[in-house]
């Protein structure tokens, strides 16, 4: 009887430490973290619309299984917003832990309501994480700033983004390489350019691409928009769409929803010339059998946008062990090589590849990244986010202005 | 036991709905504490006024769904009027009746891919006929006026209402009526909605209304065919949830409200239109003019009805096309090279979404069939028949619009401490299964001759002996089809699944709006194929498993 | 006035239709012998029968007391009553067939399966239609229905017979011999019957006291 009791005491103590542990997993003590995630279910909201990255998603998934025994479920999501707000439901709710979402793929302006209101994991985790070490801190200073806004370690850098424009080289060879360019070449071409409609994330990215090149000192960009003269840094912004709008598709009265109903439309021949937040956007689609392999990728002079994006944690998540597990696993040299593949998805390291072992950097550097892909060379200069209050001003007065 | 379980039907139906309302009006009015929201204020209405577009979007929405409601029930009883009885009819009917089972998101793909400047009937005609080897810049998909959109809701509704419609003739005397205004020198039509008419829509009343509040809220054929400069507000109201920033919160809120008022106004001026429509027609019927233009309407309503079903059964086709193609440019009528690799592609990824719409499909049908029979069971043993006061009830599910209260239920669901659970999930699918379970089993229940009844339990047979022996193997063929409406119904759900699941519960149709967003047209083929087809496989089985159990009872076979 | 113990005794049998009377009947029928009811169709009879054998429609309003063998069954549910009902249509279960719609009638206290099933042979042969034990009842002819809905209710060992005009639907040649297996089989096991009908041949054949409820007239062009 005694015995049985003890032992009872005993297995009582150790649920609560488990779950003490739980409750503050710490990545410094990563042997430790490891025994803690292993049986954990990972619930990962990332938007499930394009195939092979939801194939690249599934393939983690069954490899932290067999290395960590984590498990991955990849809860397909059509827009980033619906998760915060479902973290938000969930906190006005009163449910402080046990959350429905462990790990949220994440930037910008989502990234930024969540760490003001509170939303995520607010021990700064992600620069603990063993596989930090690697990531290319100063050579590509937006992993630790989102949007302008520092990370704090609240989010995981997992992938490179760089606005690139594409067109079918069979049709034209010639190519707008800057703003005022592309407004000719829609005069000259009725119809056959457009963009996603904002607040589509890529066609805001375009707007403040535009806005990029139109402002006449881009660095008020890198403060929140209230505290510039917003009407007078964008007038010229509007008065380019105002003479763009009746050259472009459906003399703007319509748009593309997203950038992937943007490339459907160049597949089916009704745009020329396309754009996407992705380098290997254009090597995918003629892999896939969406764009014909004449295809080819541009960039503007003056450079274009590029961003990182990441993962993070809310506040209740369930299996924080196991969604760190995940992250720093997101951004080991090997899972890095794999997404940069084109074959796999095409998206580019956070990682320094000059500063990784030799034989992880010998497999970058031979990475063929496909036949409509530039070079980090011929990417040209990468223009940081503004400051992610400019995109949601800038919508605002879009949706004025042209979308209704 | 059973003497409750009508109460609990309503219970499990209008509770929700409720709940779910009160868990967006009082944020709609500036209270929820949690967010800093204490104080009563109609800020947020303001604000919503004052957005951009917001009164052309509500407009839109008013607007679609009363012409969409208009035509479909024009295009109905013209056809009933016109052409009931002959075999082009039967045949129409043979056509439409499988499109009830194509959801509504695959059929304006389907529909999107047909027509868009770049789709598949300019490419049959290009450049052969019309010398174009690039679409032309036409706006046609998401036009301002929306009416590709009417058209996809239109062809979708046509072949309901229709159904509906014909479960109704039996108790209007079509065929007698006809004849008798034939011979006082009606025609077909004129006779028609002279006679029968007024019958008949007293009975499909309420499917219409549904239809109508259907088509001022709906969101995926919205956001598919739809109008975005401004959009319909359904798809705005979405958007306003999905924001990051907290405060859209209580605009989406006042939003949800608003959806709630459009609906309640399309019905209102329906209801206003119904009244007109009475005088001026008792004037008419009193005038007694014998023809309007009969023969020519009839001809064009054929024209209409064939037209609007070749349309959802081409943009199928054109889906199954783009889901095994390979490099396909305009203007090729077909593709360059066809690959199955889309279809293994998925495939990995469709176990658990198949395994989640069947767990849920199946529970939800079974409950809501279990539920409707015990309350009909109940309604035959206590002798009361569901006053239509129960039935507008039962079809108010069907009539609030599902983004002003399922939002609020889902707040309410986490607030209780809920976790997102695959019962909870089944049980919000109950909502809307039960009532097209309700109503498209109760006809035929009601219709059973008692008599047999009376003639079992003279032989000592109880009323449980009678209900499992007797009624039930009768009947099984209309359990069965009913069973199969549900589990269609189940299967179509979106948002029911994806809020109160909190998305860990992904369905074929959930994962298809997912990858919808990223539209790529092979893989929405895959996708809206396995949605369409798995309705279909379910009324195949209602109507076969009947045939193959009662293969040697030719009643039993007549029946269905 | 004392109730017999045996036989059917109806007292102040009375149905309803919002407040006014359709049918009043007070009666003994004593076992083999038949009580026939005529009037017009929509009269009540049929109304009347269904409150005898308890399965009323609640639409009407039936009171009066119903005595089975000396036992009031008015109070009790149609299953307990053992009163026995043929209607005009044979009503066979069409998802059974011949066979199981006899089994389906033997009551459950004959547990073996070998005698249920040659009672149920035995009652074919008796009405001249064995060999029909496993045939669909959708292929009968009308006259072939109509006995083996007979031996059904008969094999299900009720107490009283009721029979709603169960000879009207049909032909002339073969009303006659249904109708005299009929009241032969329920003379034969002394069975009290209640006949409703509007036709005076019925009422002739059927040999007993005849009855016009509120002196109602009967339909003589059915």
Redesign the interface.
């Known amino acids: 009887m005694l015995k049985i009791l003890t032992r009872a005491m005993l297995a009582g103590c150790l649920m609560i430490g488990a779950a003490k542990a739980a409750d503050a997993p710490d990545p410094t003590n990563w042997p430790n973290l490891l025994t803690q995630a292993k049986g954990q279910t990972v619930?990962w909201?990332a938007?499930?619309?394009?195939?092979r990255i939801?194939?690249y998603i599934?393939w983690a998934g069954r490899e932290i299984e067999e290395r960590y025994g984590v498990e991955l479920?990849h809860?397909?999501?059509?827009?980033?917003?619906?998760?915060?707000?479902?973290v938000?439901?969930?906190?006005?709710?009163?449910?402080l832990d046990?959350g429905?979402?462990d790990l949220i793929w994440i930037n910008g302006?989502?990234f930024?309501?969540?760490k003001r209101?509170g939303l995520l994991l607010s021990e700064g985790w992600a620069n603990k994480l063993p596989n930090f070490q690697y990531v290319d801190v100063s050579g590509k200073p937006t992993v630790i700033n989102d949007f302008t806004v520092p990370t704090d370690g609240l989010e995981a850098p997992w992938g490179m983004a760089q606005l690139v424009f594409f067109n079918d080289t069979a049709i034209s060879t010639e190519v707008p390489t800057s703003m005022e360019a592309l407004l000719e070449w829609s005069a000259a071409n009725?119809?056959r350019f457009s963009y996603p409609?904002p607040?589509d994330y890529v066609g805001s990215t375009f707007l403040k691409q535009a806005l990029y090149e139109l402002v006449t000192d881009p660095t008020v960009l890198q403060q929140p928009a209230d505290e510039a003269d917003f009407a007078a840094v964008t007038e010229p912004l509007l008065a380019y769409l105002d003479k763009l709008h009746p050259h472009m598709?459906?003399?703007g009265?319509?748009?593309p929803?997203?950038t992937?109903?943007l490339?459907?439309?160049m597949?089916?021949?009704?745009l020329e010339i396309g754009f996407a937040f992705n380098p290997a956007a254009a090597s995918n689609a003629i892999a896939?059998?969406?764009l014909?392999d004449s295809v080819r990728s541009f960039v503007l002079e003056t450079g274009t946008i590029g961003n990182t994006h990441f993962v993070a944690i809310p506040f209740n998540a369930n299996a924080k062990a196991g969604a760190m597990v995940l992250a720093d696993f997101l951004m080991s040299p090997e899972a890095q090589l794999r997404k940069q593949d084109p074959n796999v998805w095409g998206d580019p390291t956070v990682l320094d590849v000059k500063a990784l072992p030799a034989a992880a950097r010998k497999s970058f550097e031979e990475l063929d990244l496909g036949v409509a892909t530039l070079s980090p060379s011929e990417l040209g200069i990468v223009l940081p986010e503004p400051h992610p209050s400019w995109m949601?001003e800038l919508e605002k007065v879009w949706?004025?202005r042209?979308?209704? | 036991m059973l003497k409750h379980i009508p109460a609990l039907t309503l219970f499990f139906l209008i509770g929700p709905v409720l709940a779910g309302l009160m868990g967006v009006l009082l944020p709609a009015f500036g209270v929820l504490p949690s967010l800093g929201g204490t104080s009563l204020t109609l800020d947020y209405f303001q604000n919503i006024l004052s957005t951009p577009g917001v009164i052309r979007s509500s407009f839109l929405s008013l607007a679609v769904g009363l012409i969409t409601t208009a035509i479909s029930l024009g295009i109905v009883m013209l056809l009933i009027a016109g052409w009931h009885g002959t075999r082009f009819f039967k045949l129409l009917q043979n056509l439409l009746s499988p499109l009830l089972s194509v959801p509504h998101a695959a059929a304006a793909f389907g529909l999107a891919f047909l027509i868009a400047p770049s789709g598949w009937l300019m490419r049959l005609v290009s450049p052969w006929a019309t010398g174009v080897t690039r679409p032309p810049d036409w706006l046609i998909v998401n036009d301002p006026l929306a009416l590709s959109m009417m058209a996809g809701l239109i062809a979708k509704e046509v072949p309901f209402l229709l159904l509906v419609s014909l479960a109704a003739l039996p108790q209007s005397d079509l065929r007698r009526k006809t004849v008798l205004a034939a011979t006082l020198g009606y025609g077909p039509v004129s006779g028609f909605f002279k006679t029968s008419f007024p019958l008949i829509y007293r009975q499909i009343r309420l499917p219409v209304l549904a239809v109508l509040a259907y088509a001022t809220s709906v969101v995926d054929v919205a956001i598919i065919l739809g109008p975005s400069t401004p959009a319909p507000l359904s798809v705005r109201l979405l958007q306003w949830m999905n924001d990051p920033e907290i405060t859209e919160r209580f605009r989406a809120s006042a939003g949800a409200m608003m959806q709630l008022g459009v609906t309640a106004l399309a019905l209102l001026v329906w209801f206003a239109a119904e009244q007109l429509a009475r005088r001026t027609g008792m004037r008419a019927i009193n005038r007694g003019h014998r023809t309007f233009a009969d023969q020519s309407l009839r001809r064009i309503i054929a024209v209409l009805a064939v037209i609007s079903s070749a349309m959802v059964l081409a943009g199928i086709i054109v889906l199954g096309i783009w889901s095994i193609a390979g490099f396909w440019r305009f203007p090729d009528a077909l593709p360059v090279s066809f690959t199955l690799a889309n279809w293994s592609r998925q495939a990995m990824g469709l176990e658990t979404p198949l395994q989640n719409t069947l767990t849920i499909g199946v529970a939800a049908t079974a409950i809501a069939i279990v539920l409707t029979l015990a309350c009909l069971e109940q309604e035959t043993r206590s002798g009361k028949t569901a006053t239509s006061r129960a039935l507008v009830l039962l079809y108010i599910p069907l009539i609030v619009p599902q983004v002003s209260f399922l939002f609020g239920l889902n707040i309410l669901v986490l607030q209780m401490g809920g976790r997102a659970n695959v019962l909870l999930v089944i049980f919000t699918h109950v909502i809307f299964v039960l009532p097209y379970v309700y109503l498209s089993l109760a006809d035929p229940w009601r219709a059973w001759d008692t008599r047999y009844a009376a003639v079992a339990q003279g032989m000592g047979h109880s009323a449980n002996r009678v209900f499992w022996s007797v009624r039930l193997p009768m009947l099984l063929t209309p359990v069965l089809t009913a069973a199969a409406v549900g589990f269609a119904v189940s299967i179509g759900q979106y948002l029911a699944t994806l809020l109160i699941g909190s998305g860990r519960f992904p369905t074929i149709t959930t994962e298809a709006v997912a990858l919808a967003s990223g539209g790529d047209r092979r893989v929405i083929g895959v996708y809206a194929l396995i949605q369409a087809l798995l309705p279909f496989i379910g009324f195949a089985a209602a109507l076969s498993l009947p045939a193959l159990l009662y293969r040697n009872r030719r009643a039993m076979r007549a029946n269905g | 006035m004392s109730v017999p113990n045996e036989g059917l005794t109806l007292k102040d049998v009375c149905i309803l239709l919002d407040g006014r009377p359709l049918v009043h009947v007070s009666a003994h029928v004593a076992p083999g012998d038949v009580l026939t009811i005529m009037g017009a169709s929509g009269s009540g009879k049929s109304t009347f029968l269904a409150y005898v054998g308890g399965f009323l429609d609640r639409v009407f309003a039936g009171m009066g007391e119903v005595y089975l063998n000396g036992v009031a069954i008015h109070d009790q549910p149609a299953e307990s009553r053992r009163v026995g009902i043929l209607f005009q249509d044979a009503l066979l279960f069409p998802h059974m067939s011949v066979g199981q719609n006899l089994l389906f009638a033997i009551p459950p206290d004959i547990k073996a399966k070998s005698e249920r099933q040659s009672m149920a042979e035995d009652a074919l042969k008796e009405v001249g239609l064995e060999g029909l034990f496993d045939r669909d009842p959708a292929t009968l002819s009308g006259g072939q229905a109509a006995r083996v809905a007979l031996i059904r209710v008969l094999l299900s060992a009720p107490k009283a017979l009721l029979l709603d005009e169960p000879f009207s639907k049909l032909d002339a040649d073969r009303r006659l011999s249904i109708r005299r297996i009929v009241f032969d089989l329920a003379k034969a096991r002394n069975l009290p019957v209640l006949l409703v009908t509007h036709d005076a041949d019925d009422a002739k054949a059927a040999g007993g006291r005849v009855i016009m409820p509120l002196e109602m007239a009967p339909d003589s062009n059915p």
């Open positions: 619930y909201h938007w499930g619309g394009e195939p939801n194939d599934a479920v809860v397909k999501v059509q827009d980033t917003g619906s998760v915060v707000s479902q938000l439901a969930e906190k006005t709710a009163g449910t046990g429905s979402v302006e989502n930024a309501a969540m209101e009725p119809g409609q607040p598709w459906r003399s009265r319509a748009f929803q997203n992937a109903s490339r459907q439309l597949a089916d021949g009704e896939n059998n969406e014909p949601v949706l004025a042209y979308g209704v």
